[in-house]
């Protein structure tokens, strides 16, 4: 079960922004991006930073939402689900499912209170009739997948976003696709994307024993100098974000991520497995 986390983590980190080749963000309000005073339509959204702020501003009215994720990482696939749902400004409560292995899935829940991870199916449970259990706060893993809990937050990317220049609008179907180019050396430039190299590493290193996260950070800086993210985002009429897709050169191979979004405000809230369905024969203890 360790080694399902562990690959379960990496995933995650892929597909939210933590992994090496990866742009995110700090923790931060929904309301933080740029905003009009009243919800803009769609066509009507004219700069990058017009795009952030509609995607910030939905979640900040909503409150929770689904998300498929998919993607590639050094040629490799890679996918999860999750159900969001905002406790406070910047703050989330995450319920994910994600491949282990072909046909192996893992679940877990990123809560404020803890982490909490269900056995895979086929894989012998910590005692009978008790799947889940609870990953210690001291564990390394579990400040990874803390960290993993704020890279998911959308108005992360909407700031990622608000960082780049709009090159293209176009309708599509029943939403507008709004193509954003970001050069991360300029990017980088910036004291708030030193920030949020910063928080990112700081959350990479946590989660891995021995790392250094100076050299992390230095390293994560030259992988990305004269790289040109491409950012597109669909919007439709609601000004409701239905899609999400980046693509950027990695390691001499291209990382494509593909986030679909839906049920905007429909999400059951998130809580903790059931007292009696948590072992307390805990295979993560150090």
Avoid: H
């Amino acid at each position: 079960m360790r080694r399902s986390l562990a690959v379960a983590a990496l995933g995650l980190a892929v597909l939210t922004g933590c992994g090496s080749q990866t742009g995110g963000g700090p923790q931060i309000s929904a309301t933080s991006a740029p905003t009009s005073q009243a919800p803009a339509a769609a066509a009507e959204l004219k700069s990058a930073a017009e795009v952030s702020g509609v995607m910030a501003k939905k979640l900040e009215e909503l409150k929770s939402f689904r998300a498929t994720m998919s993607g590639t990482n050094a040629g490799q696939p890679t996918s999860a689900t999750m159900a969001l749902e905002l406790v406070s400004p910047g703050t989330f409560n995450i319920e994910t499912t994600t491949e282990v292995q072909p046909g192996k899935k893992m679940r877990i829940l990123i809560l404020q209170e803890a982490i909490f991870i269900e056995t895979p199916a086929g894989e012998p449970e910590p005692e009978p009739g008790k799947p889940w259990v609870k990953l210690p706060g001291d564990n390394p893993m579990s400040k990874l997948f803390a960290q993993i809990g704020k890279m998911a937050d959308p108005s992360q990317s909407a700031r990622m976003a608000g960082m780049g220049e709009l090159t293209a609008a176009a309708p599509d179907g029943d939403n507008t696709r709004y193509t954003i180019k970001i050069d991360m050396s300029k990017a980088m430039a910036t004291p708030e994307m030193e920030k949020i190299l910063e928080e990112m590493v700081s959350g990479i290193a946590g989660g891995t024993s021995g790392a250094d996260p100076k050299a992390a950070l230095e390293a994560m800086k030259k992988s990305l100098a004269g790289v040109v993210m491409t950012y597109d985002v669909w919007i439709d009429g609601q000004g409701l974000p239905t899609k999400v897709a980046t693509k950027m050169p990695a390691a001499g191979a291209e990382q494509n991520i593909e986030m679909t979004f839906s049920d905007w405000g429909k999400v059951p809230p998130i809580t903790a497995p059931p007292a009696d369905k948590v072992s307390s024969v805990n295979p993560f203890q150090q």
